[in-house]
């Protein structure tokens, strides 16, 4: 009886400890999970502290390059504040690239120039710009005298004639 009792409680061992051999294997597979998790998350959190720190620096000042004035000085058109000779952040920025009309960024603080901005376009611009320029004349619309002679008048007459409008005191229609 006491074999048998020894080799139950080997089973009774033998049993428990695949239960709890099972519940350690699911521990550890959930524990890589939660791990890997973490490493996402706390990639996310340092790419928020990025953005926020981004989103917390003042504001730049926008200008336009007048002209280069020397190896790291450049003469530059601030709207509505005037024209001022500023300096280079020269690890970013290349006096190359610096050509009369380019669009820049100042520091607020120090009116460093930091960055080259993209040239400004009116998104309603660019949709009105033509592509290929019609080769059609007033001769060819048919019937529709009077409209062209109100087109005439109201888009031609003050782009080839601004005289008339100042001379009569009229404000030219938009």
């Known amino acids: 009886e006491a074999k048998s009792n020894t080799s139950s409680m080997a089973r009774y061992y033998a049993s428990k400890i695949g239960e709890l051999s099972g519940t ?4 550890v ?9 973490r490493n996402e998350l706390n990639a996310k959190v340092r790419m928020l502290r990025e953005e926020l720190h981004h989103l917390q620096e003042p504001g730049s000042y926008v200008g336009e ?3 280069q004035m020397g190896q790291n000085k450049v003469l530059v058109k601030i709207h509505p504040e005037g024209k001022y000779v500023v300096d280079l952040d020269q690890s970013q920025i290349d006096i190359k690239d610096l050509v009369p009309n380019t669009r820049v960024a100042l520091r607020n603080d120090s009116y460093t120039l930091h ?3 993209p040239t400004k376009v009116d998104p309603l611009v660019s ?3 033509v592509e290929a320029v019609p080769d059609s004349t007033y001769d060819m619309i048919g019937g529709l005298e009077k409209q062209v002679m109100e087109i005439k008048e109201v888009i031609e007459l003050p782009i080839k ?6 001379s009569l005191g009229v404000a030219q229609p938009k």
Do not use: G, S
Request: aromatic share 4%; no cysteine.
């Open 127 to 129: 949709l009105m710009k």
């Open 29 to 37: 597979a959930d524990l890589q999970r939660l791990k890997a998790r």
């Open 161 to 166: 004639h601004p005289e008339l409008f100042e």
């Open 115 to 117: 960055k080259i901005l």
């Open 65 to 67: 390059v007048v002209k």
């Open 24 to 27: 350690v294997q699911e521990r």
